[in-house]
């Protein structure tokens, strides 16, 4: 298990973050800012077929609506989902292969706001 908590450094607009776990059952965790704004979830499951490990980040925030006016609360999330067969893949090559997906996105030619931008 990873340490508890977890911190993780600032990144502009974002303020660094301490993620608590506030629920874990032996196949992943649910993590919390002391804000309650962001959530981490870990999942991880072992198949006949292989592994699955799943990561989301999710912030909840206070947003008008544009069109009534009004407050509502509104979320948003990111989330990785990695499967792995049984066999073929050692440990560098399954870390090499999210790598691969996350050095795509920080890419200059693609970039996250690319991506968010509906480039493809």
Same mark, same amino acid.
């Given at each position: 298990?990873?340490?508890?908590?977890?911190?993780?450094?600032?990144?502009?607009?974002?303020?660094?973050?301490?993620?608590?776990?506030?629920?874990?059952?032996?196949?992943?965790?649910?993590?919390?800012?002391?804000?309650?704004?962001?959530?981490?979830v870990?999942?991880?499951?072992?198949?006949?077929?292989?592994?699955?490990?799943?990561?989301?980040? =999710?912030?909840?925030?206070?947003?008008?609506? $544009?069109?009534? +006016?009004? %407050?509502?609360? &509104?979320? #948003? =999330?990111?989330?990785?989902?990695?499967?792995? $067969?049984?066999? +073929?893949? %050692?440990?560098a &090559?399954? #870390?090499?292969?999210?790598?691969?997906?996350?050095?795509?996105?920080?890419?200059?030619?693609?970039?996250?706001?690319?991506?968010?931008?509906?480039?493809?």
């Amino acid at each position: 298990m990873l340490p508890d908590p977890v911190s993780i450094a600032a990144h502009a607009p974002t303020a660094a973050l301490v993620m608590r776990v506030i629920k874990s059952d032996g196949y992943g965790t649910e993590r919390r800012d002391d804000a309650g704004l962001f959530t981490i979830v870990t999942n991880h499951d072992k198949t006949k077929s292989g592994d699955r490990h799943y990561l989301k980040v =999710s912030e909840v925030k206070d947003a008008t609506d $544009p069109y009534t +006016g009004t %407050t509502k609360k &509104q979320t #948003a =999330s990111v989330s990785i989902s990695v499967s792995i $067969p049984s066999f +073929g893949w %050692t440990a560098a &090559q399954q #870390a090499a292969l999210v790598a691969v997906l996350t050095d795509y996105l920080a890419d200059a030619e693609v970039t996250v706001a690319g991506f968010l931008n509906f480039q493809s």
